[in-house]
């Protein structure tokens, strides 16, 4: 059973287009997130959402947004891509405990 | 405001050496302390944590020490597989709130055969 599954996997497209990633957890947790890891395999959190309510936004540009319909979806909205868009993105979903369950990423690559 | 400094890589070992990768930190009060892996390919997976001064967190072989005086949680093997070549985070987390995890730059650990 997958925890936390993230689509598409692979995400290829051209600068000024839309996209989105959608992400869902099957675990009953409260709270999930959005990372973004660069080329040298830094992550960085973007969002951290908690009951559909927005907890955490980072310096993050408002091309940026994440949606969450319910407490087990968090999708993440980007306008008008850039370049510099290019990462593995990675949902994740945790308990109260702090441990956080990552998704398998998209590879988003923006040409 | 908290921070993760781990060693940079690559460390590159030979088959049944001894792993040892540096995570010390900087946080306010008294954060949660973990190893997340990262295999080719694939998510973060939770390897190991330590919630409060003293504990071993410990899974695959793997073992971390939460040192307070130190401000370290390094990460060790005593003989690692070529199974293990992944990227290593070091990361924490306070205890108060919806925190963000914080992560170290990661390590990525090549085993040779």
């Known amino acids: 059973d997958t925890a936390v599954s993230q689509t598409p996997k692979y995400l290829v497209t051209q600068m000024g287009n839309d996209k989105s990633i959608k992400c869902e957890q099957n675990?009953?947790?409260?709270?999930m997130y959005w990372y973004k890891q660069d080329s040298k395999k830094f992550l960085k959190i973007m969002f951290s959402y908690n009951n559909k309510e927005l907890i955490i936004n980072e310096t993050v540009p408002n091309r940026f947004s994440p949606k969450s319909p319910d407490k087990a979806h968090l999708n993440l909205h980007i306008n008008s891509l850039e370049l510099g868009d290019s990462a593995v993105y990675f949902c994740a979903s945790s308990p109260p405990d702090s441990i956080r369950y990552f998704g398998p990423g998209t590879r988003l690559t923006v040409t | 405001g908290n921070s993760v400094t781990q060693m940079e890589g690559p460390v590159t070992l030979s088959e049944e050496a001894f792993l040892t990768i540096n995570c010390t930190y900087t946080a306010t009060g008294y954060p949660s302390l973990f190893w997340y892996v990262q295999y080719p390919g694939e998510g973060l997976q939770l390897l190991l944590k330590a919630t409060k001064a003293d504990d071993k967190g410990s899974n695959k072989g793997f073992e971390a020490t939460y040192r307070k005086e130190t401000t370290s949680f390094h990460l060790e093997k005593g003989s690692v597989q070529v199974s293990d070549s992944a990227v290593y985070f070091c990361?924490?987390?306070?205890?108060?709130?919806?925190?963000?995890?914080?992560f170290g730059k990661g390590t990525r650990l090549s085993v040779i055969a």
């Open positions: 990361a924490l987390t306070s205890n108060s709130g919806n925190t963000p995890l914080v």
């Open positions: 675990l009953g947790h409260d709270t």
